[in-house]
C-alpha cells in the first residue's frame, strides 16, 4: 500500500543533543513537508520541499534542519538550538499543484519528541 | 499568500445535533480548500476537498462542505452528531501554482451523549 512512514513513533532526547526524525513516502510525490504541533497552535510549516536536493524554510524553521537527497525521503533534524522541542510533529506529501488530481497533502503518523 | 482562521478552539455538540464549524481563508490565487481531522496521537486524515467545480462538496462521515467565493468560507456541517465524531478538525489553503499548505489552529469537538 502507498503511504507515508514516519518513525520512530515515539522518541526521547536529552537536552543538548540533536535527534533526527525519520519520514520515508511511496506515492511518489514531489512535495514533502515537516509541521510542528502544539496544543491549541494547529500545525506550523517548518520546512518544505519541492524538488530533490532543494527546500525551502516555512515559519519556524530556526532550530531545525532538512535534507532532500532522495525523492521518497525527507528527515527532519531537531538540534540542540531548538529550545523548546518537545511537540507532535508531522510529516506530509503532495503532488505539485498543476499536476494530477490529487491536490490534497497525505501525512504520516506522527513522531512524539519528548526531551527529558 | 495564505491564510486560515478558525474561530473558536473548542465545541461540545449533543449526539444527534448539527455540528458547525466555521473556515474563512484569505489567498491571492484560487484556492484549494481542505477540512482534516485528526484523531488523539494519530496523523491527519482528509475529509473533504474543493478545488473546482461544484461548490458543495461531500466528504467521509457524512461531512459536508461549501464553497462560497463572496464570503471567503469554507464552513463543514454534519447533520447529525455521533460519538465517533469527536475529534479535532483543521481547516488547510492551499493556492493555486503554491504548494505551501497553510491551517487553521482546529477545533476540537467533543460530543456529548
Known amino acids: ?116 | 499568500a495564505q491564510s486560515v482562521t478558525q474561530l473558536g478552539s473548542h465545541l461540545s455538540v449533543s449526539e444527534g445535533a448539527l455540528v458547525l464549524l466555521r473556515c474563512n481563508y484569505s489567498s491571492s490565487v484560487p484556492p484549494y480548500l481542505f477540512w482534516y481531522v485528526q484523531y488523539p496521537n494519530q496523523g491527519l486524515q482528509l475529509l473533504l476537498k474543493y478545488t473546482t467545480g461544484a461548490t458543495l462538496v461531500k466528504g467521509i462521515n457524512g461531512f459536508e462542505a461549501e464553497f462560497k467565493k463572496s464570503e471567503t468560507s469554507f464552513h463543514l456541517t454534519k447533520p447529525s452528531a455521533h460519538m465517533s465524531d469527536a475529534a479535532e478538525y483543521f481547516c488547510a489553503v492551499r493556492g493555486y501554482g503554491n504548494n505551501r499548505l497553510a491551517f487553521g489552529k482546529g477545533n476540537q469537538v467533543v460530543v456529548i451523549p
Request: charged share 20%; net charge neutral.
Open chain 1, 1 to 116: 500500500d502507498g503511504g507515508i512512514t514516519q518513525s520512530p513513533k515515539y522518541l526521547f532526547r536529552k537536552e543538548g543533543q540533536n535527534v533526527t526524525l525519520s519520514c520515508e513516502q511511496n506515492l511518489n510525490h514531489d512535495a514533502m513537508y515537516w509541521y510542528r504541533q502544539d496544543p491549541g497552535q494547529g500545525l506550523r510549516l517548518i520546512y518544505y520541499s519541492q524538488i530533490v536536493n532543494d527546500f525551502q524554510k516555512g515559519d519556524i524553521a530556526e532550530g531545525y534542519s532538512v535534507s532532500r537527497e532522495k525523492k521518497e525521503s525527507f528527515p527532519l533534524t531537531v538540534t540542540s538550538a531548538q529550545k523548546n522541542p518537545t511537540a507532535f510533529y508531522l510529516c506530509a506529501s503532495s503532488t505539485l499543484t498543476g499536476q494530477g488530481k490529487d491536490t490534497e497533502a497525505f501525512f504520516g503518523q506522527g513522531t512524539r519528541l519528548t526531551v527529558v
